[in-house]
């Protein structure tokens, strides 16, 4: 199961940050060569090493060539979204910072003398496809590879830092480790999932009382559940409720028209083929206009596993919610979809493709690597696309994560999520929230759940963790001037109270918890006999459109994105928001989420299936 707003301050000095991601080539043993720092994943070592590659082995990769003026670019980008200079168009950035034809022709020229065959090369010249095999990258880049065990995979790295020669313009060489492996959406659906009953079409309709347990639905003859917590969870919040609880009701208006004008995209892996049809029919059930959805997928995007460490399918219900909660919240926002596959930095490249053509305005992101842990040599080709997206005015949210601080995560060590601890992205947190019958808010809420099970004996057993909203303090990023006099020490300097402050994850939040979730609609694959009632069903009943609750900061990014295209509407283009949001951090109309007290509910009773149907 899975996924309110903060004068602008003096201009951020980028030195820092560009320096902590991962820097250009230096000089390497060698005649003429240069490493590029951070190309080893730091799980690429001889405790998870565990067989050498086949040389035969196919690897497809991109190269990735630095901005020109790089520290100017991200100043620039800065300076714009606080309104300090004019946004560019994309054939303005590109003739200021892109790399020039000739650095791109030197390193496709390199790459096919070493035998690889060249693929695309964006018009932004930011990165350079090629394909090839193990033995070829292993010469060119004067490394060696193995197959390591990581996270219950097992993984291609090559196991000391690339080199390539020194007169390149080259920052980073990506796809050659399976690192992308590692990225996961944060909305998983089993192939049908039913909300079981009983829950409730607002907080606080049906409680333990007033709508006591079928006994023989409980074990063991049990007669009845314990009284607190009283309430059964929410069905899945939708369409006014969560337009009018975060106070874009007037905004949107009766016409449903919020947004107008507004392009927000999504970037998922893959792509649905049903993802269209289901959001008209959400959007009729709902009280929703007919959307305005534009969908781009790469070649075999479609069903289609292009790497056996990934499923095509898994992501389908992610992009059911991207685009609903989209929809909800702006319902006369236009919608762009990216589909690609996830196992060569696509990813990333979806996102240089919204950029570098100008598709949106703003882009929701609910993906991530568990915690910061990725090859340093990762990070800064990312910042580099989002400096571009920052100084073009496009707005980049990325959901926090579901996993907490990522304790448990790669590395060992607590780190918030990555891409969303990237000083050049808005990260988005989720919360609890309790949602009235007047549609107003009873309760919002950090979310954390912790599971207690009903017991034979009647009661409830100890909570154990299952997930909760990203964040944390990163080990990578300094603090940006915009979070400075607001975010205490306590957050900041948390690893080192006489170190630098650092920066803090997540910037803004909604709501995330999956038992106070968003009830959203998607084409399913239901065993025979199945499919609940009112399900929309093919001839052979077992496809069908159904309706299910379901949270994550998954749901939080894009109910954030949705929100913010209609202060977009009324202002224009922003860029990079964090600056203009955290100056609002005291204003009375932000909406700060509290820590519980004692009239907060504790939880909320929630029936599951045993296997997402029955049972």
């Known amino acids: 199961m899975i996924r309110v707003p903060r004068s602008t301050l003096a201009l951020l000095s980028s030195a820092a940050l560009v320096a902590a991601t991962a820097g250009a080539a230096v000089a390497a043993p060698g005649q003429n060569r240069a490493q590029l720092p951070g190309s080893v994943p730091s799980w690429a070592n001889a405790v998870n090493r565990q067989a050498t590659t086949s040389g035969s082995t196919p690897v497809d990769f ?49 790459l096919q003398s070493q035998g690889f065959d060249v693929g695309f090369v964006p018009s932004n010249n930011k990165y350079v496809e090629a394909t090839g095999t193990v033995d070829e990258a292993t010469k060119a880049f004067q490394t060696d590879f193995a197959q390591y065990s990581v996270d219950g995979k097992t993984l291609r790295s090559n196991s000391k830092p690339l080199s390539v020669p020194s007169g390149l313009d080259i920052n980073g060489v990506l796809g050659l480790d399976e690192s992308m492996a590692l990225m996961k959406s944060y909305a998983s659906p089993p192939a049908a999932f039913v909300n079981a009953q009983p829950c409730s079409s607002y907080w606080g309709e049906k409680t333990v009382t007033s709508n006591p347990p079928d006994p023989n639905t409980l074990p063991n003859g049990i007669k009845s559940l314990p009284a607190d917590p009283p309430d059964w969870a929410p069905c899945g919040y939708a369409g006014a409720q969560l337009q009018n609880v975060y106070g874009m009701g007037a905004a949107i208006g009766a016409n449903q028209t919020g947004g107008t004008g507004v392009t927000v995209a999504i970037i998922d892996a893959y792509a649905s083929p049903t993802a269209a049809d289901d959001l008209a029919t959400y959007s009729d059930l709902h009280g929703l206009p007919a959307p305005h959805l534009t969908q781009y997928a790469a070649p075999g995007t479609y069903q289609r596993p292009d790497n056996p460490q990934h499923s095509p399918s898994g992501w389908s219900g992610e ?34 493709m919204i950029v570098n ?30 400096i571009q997206a920052a100084a073009e005015g496009i707005s980049l949210f990325f959901s926090s994560g579901d996993s907490g601080d990522e304790t448990g995560g790669l590395g060992g060590s607590p780190t918030p999520d990555w891409p969303a601890s990237s000083p050049y992205v808005t990260a988005v947190g989720g919360t609890s929230l309790g949602i009235g019958q007047d549609n107003g808010r009873v309760f919002e809420l950090g979310w954390e759940t912790g599971k207690r099970t009903l017991q034979k004996n009647g009661s409830w057993s100890d909570p154990a963790y299952q997930y909760g909203s990203g964040g944390g303090t990163s080990r990578i990023f300094t603090q940006p001037d915009w979070q400075q006099g607001i975010v205490p020490d306590a957050i900041s300097k948390t690893y080192d109270a006489n170190g630098p402050a650092m920066r803090a994850v997540p910037d803004v939040s909604a709501l995330g918890d999956p038992t106070t979730g968003m009830l959203i609609g998607q084409t399913q694959a239901f065993p025979p006999g199945t499919a609940p009632k009112g399900a929309l069903c093919d001839s052979s009943g077992t496809n069908c459109y159904a309706e299910y609750r379901i949270g994550g900061t998954s749901l939080a990014s894009p109910l954030y994105a949705g929100m913010f295209a209609l202060v977009v509407e009324q ?23 509290q820590q519980p007290t004692g009239s907060d509910p504790t939880g909320a009773v929630r029936p599951d299936y045993v296997n997402g149907v029955d049972g």
């Open 62 to 110: 991109k190269v990735y060539l630095d901005w020109n003026n790089a520290g100017q670019a991200a100043d620039y980008a800065l300076a714009a979204s606080r309104g300090q200079a004019r946004f560019l168009t994309p054939a303005q950035f590109r003739a200021k910072f892109a790399p020039s034809n000739r650095q791109v022709s030197a390193v496709k020229q390199w």
């Open 319 to 352: 992009e059911a919610l991207d685009l609903e909660a989209v929809h909800t919240m702006a319902p006369g926002a236009d919608l762009v979809y990216v589909g690609s596959p996830n196992n060569r930095q696509d990813m990333d490249a979806a996102l240089n």
């Open 357 to 386: 053509r100008d598709l949106a305005d703003i882009v929701s992101n609910s993906y991530g690597f568990a915690g910061e842990a990725v090859p340093p040599g990762y990070r800064k080709p990312f910042n580099d696309i989002a």
């Open 571 to 593: 202002t224009g283009r922003m860029g990079l928001p964090s600056p203009a949001l955290y100056a609002t951090a005291s204003d009375a109309t932000t909406y700060d989420v």
